[in-house]
């Protein structure tokens, strides 16, 4: 090798020694940037082809700065990110309906114990039926239990419409980051492709995109020839080689069977229009949380409401007011307001505390089977139908209809047996002793006249006993312990109202240990695969100082080289 060739030799070997310097501080400056890979040279030993020797050697060739990274880690980093994505929000999301619920052992307002202190008051009452105080006390705590369902019913579906929220403003950001996935893409090829370039910083910020991609929907993803990222999910494309393809969003209008409306984002695809239902990550647990999980817990809490209202009523109704009253509601009995939104007290309670039914008018006795020939029975479109006159038609005596319970009466075609009514609402009027239907509750009764029919009914034993009557009360506070929910296979109830709740509650507690479990699994797994990804492409600085002494040193020996063979240059000129 001739003396120019070692100039040559020295120059190669201090350029890589600069840019091997150039990178360790590369490294080193962006050791604490989130998602940076550290960097490394590669180099080969150049030679020449010699005629006497074979090869000779010509220095150093810095051919490359890569990456240092491991694509089944990343993978893995990927896979994981999207389970953890899931569970931090379903985690959140149970934190959050258990706030709404605020059942903890102090709190006072939370629905457990204003249904206790409403028990409470039907027995205070029974043990004060003529006092007014009693009487106020329980229109007061029931007045309470009614603000706490409609509470827990307005904060759930508030919860509701700020998941569509999220869901939009996570929609948004899928598109952001396929955008900017794209666009990656495009600087990628175009350098590598053509300049035969490693995009080394681009290639670290579409790793950090598609991690964050990968927490919020189920990804499936590939790099083709060119470089360029591939990005799927469900099958559908979110980034191709040539551009990304964007999610659409629409809301569309529920209504409940309570009349309430609201809006419901719903997500497709814009290139195919077909809808998008992810399977895992951020975004599936927001419409989990909102399709299922909390219309299961407004489910929970109407059933409650509902039960409240048809058992008390269905006492009440039968009971005796302070001014002789009976047939009167405790709760409004509307079939719109059977729920926790919409759940109300009857307007003559609201109006007057005598108008509470605490006595029962004696023992409950049903009728014998009653046959009787009556006047042609039909309903004419728009009118009411009168049905029976139970003493001159039917032959009741001893006044005995005075004292009918509400909804008992059944009424049937002696000739077929065909029921015509059964416990539909009526009226009876007390001075004529006559029972009339409303046509919209007989309008599908009578497909043809009717002259013979049967009746049953039950009816109390005697009338209102007076102030001091409380039976009725001690029968409605008896419903604390009474099992009229979640009927078996027979019909008859399993659990107690307080009891439903109580199974309600303790589901919501189950389900919110299960998702924090979860989510506790997940982190520690993130964790992990995090830690083994930053040992194999963080930067630590301890081995970047040891690289920095070693370039540093291979510098100084390389200019020490080129000295030498400068001097030899000069000898022989001067010669």
């Known amino acids: 090798?001739?003396?120019?060739?070692?100039?040559?030799?020295?120059?190669?070997?201090?350029?890589?020694?600069?840019?091997?310097?150039?990178?360790?501080?590369?490294?080193?400056?962006?050791?604490?940037?989130?998602?940076?890979?550290?960097?490394?040279?590669?180099?080969?030993?150049?030679?020449?082809?010699?005629?006497?020797?074979?090869?000779?050697?010509?220095?150093v060739e810095v051919y490359a700065i890569n990456r240092v990274r491991d694509q089944f880690i990343d993978r893995l980093v990927n896979e994981e990110a999207t389970r953890y994505g899931y569970f931090s929000m379903k985690d959140n999301a149970y934190s959050r309906i258990e706030s709404i619920f605020n059942e903890g052992s102090d709190s006072k307002n939370s629905l457990n114990q204003l249904l206790n202190n409403f028990w409470n008051g039907w027995s205070d009452l029974a043990n004060n039926p003529d006092k007014a105080g009693a009487r106020e006390t329980l229109r007061s705590a029931t007045q309470s239990l009614v603000g706490q369902f409609h509470y827990l019913a307005t904060q759930l579906r508030s919860y509701k419409d700020t998941i569509n929220d999220e869901i939009e403003a996570r929609v948004k950001k899928v598109n952001e980051i396929t955008a900017s996935i794209h666009r990656c893409n495009v600087v990628i090829s175009g350098t590598e492709g053509a300049l035969s370039h490693q995009a080394n910083d681009t290639r670290d910020q579409r790793d950090r995109l598609l991690e964050e991609l990968a927490q919020l929907v189920d990804v499936d993803y590939y790099e083709d020839d060119m470089g360029a990222l591939i990005v799927s999910t469900n099958g559908n494309m979110l980034v191709s080689g040539a551009k990304n393809h964007e999610l659409l969003m629409r809301r569309s209008t529920i209504t409940e069977q309570d009349g309430y409306q609201y809006s419901r984002v719903e997500v497709s695809f814009a290139q195919t229009g077909n809808e998008f239902k992810p399977r895992n990550g951020e975004l599936r647990a927001l419409m989990d949380v909102r399709d299922n999980d909390i219309p299961k817990y407004e489910g929970y809490v109407n059933e409650v409401a509902k039960s409240l209202i048809t058992e008390v009523n269905?006492?009440?109704?039968?009971?005796?007011?302070?001014?002789?009253?009976?047939?009167?509601?405790?709760?409004?009995?509307?079939?719109?307001?059977?729920?926790?939104?919409?759940?109300?007290?009857?307007?003559?309670?609201?109006?007057?505390?005598?108008?509470?039914?605490?006595?029962?008018?004696?023992?409950?006795?049903?009728?014998?089977?009653?046959?009787?020939?009556?006047?042609?029975?039909?309903?004419?479109?728009?009118?009411?139908?009168?049905?029976l006159d139970l003493v001159n038609d039917v032959g009741i005596g001893d006044n005995d209809y005075r004292f009918i319970y509400k909804n008992s009466l059944?009424?049937?075609?002696?000739?077929?047996?065909?029921?015509?009514?059964?416990?539909?609402?009526?009226?009876?009027?007390?001075?004529?002793?006559?029972?009339?239907?409303?046509?919209?509750?007989?309008?599908?009764?009578?497909?043809?006249?009717?002259?013979?029919?049967?009746?049953?009914?039950?009816?109390?034993?005697?009338?209102?006993?007076?102030?001091?009557?409380?039976?009725?009360?001690?029968?409605?506070?008896?419903?604390?312990?009474?099992?009229?929910?979640?009927?078996?296979?027979?019909?008859?109830?399993?659990?107690?109202?307080?009891?439903?709740?109580?199974?309600?509650?303790?589901?919501?507690?189950?389900?919110?240990?299960?998702?924090?479990?979860?989510?506790?699994?997940?982190?520690?797994?993130?964790?992990?695969?995090?830690?083994?990804?930053?040992?194999?492409?963080g930067v630590n600085l301890n081995e970047e100082m040891a690289s920095l002494i070693q370039y540093e040193h291979t510098y100084q020996a390389s200019a020490r080289y080129l000295t030498t063979i400068n001097s030899m240059l000069e000898t022989l000129l001067n010669m």
Do not use: C
Not at 15 to 36: F, R, W
Not at 454 to 468: Q, V
């Open 314 to 387: 269905k006492i009440h109704q039968n009971g005796y007011t302070l001014t002789n009253a009976t047939f009167v509601d405790f709760f409004d009995s509307d079939p719109n307001k059977l729920n926790a939104a919409n759940i109300s007290l009857s307007q003559a309670v609201i109006n007057d505390i005598n108008n509470i039914a605490a006595g029962d008018g004696g023992k409950k006795i049903s009728s014998p089977n009653i046959s009787s020939t009556v006047n042609q029975l039909f309903a004419p479109p728009g009118t009411n139908t009168q049905l």
């Open 1 to 59: 090798m001739s003396l120019f060739e070692g100039l040559n030799v020295a120059t190669r070997g201090l350029a890589a020694a600069q840019m091997g310097i150039s990178v360790t501080g590369q490294n080193i400056t962006n050791a604490s940037t989130e998602g940076y890979s550290r960097k490394r040279i590669e180099q080969n030993a150049e030679f020449k082809r010699d005629g006497a020797f074979g090869q000779m050697g010509f220095g």
């Open 410 to 537: 059944v009424i049937k075609d002696a000739d077929t047996d065909k029921i015509l009514i059964e416990g539909r609402d009526y009226d009876v009027d007390w001075n004529t002793a006559q029972i009339t239907f409303k046509y919209s509750a007989a309008e599908n009764a009578f497909s043809q006249p009717v002259t013979n029919v049967s009746i049953t009914f039950d009816y109390h034993e005697s009338g209102f006993a007076g102030p001091g009557d409380f039976n009725n009360a001690l029968l409605i506070s008896q419903l604390r312990d009474k099992a009229v929910m979640q009927s078996d296979n027979f019909g008859a109830g399993t659990q107690t109202i307080n009891q439903f709740y109580s199974g309600a509650l303790g589901r919501l507690g189950v389900e919110r240990n299960e998702a924090a479990a979860g989510l506790d699994t997940r982190t520690y797994a993130m964790q992990q695969l995090k830690t083994r990804q930053d040992e194999i492409s």
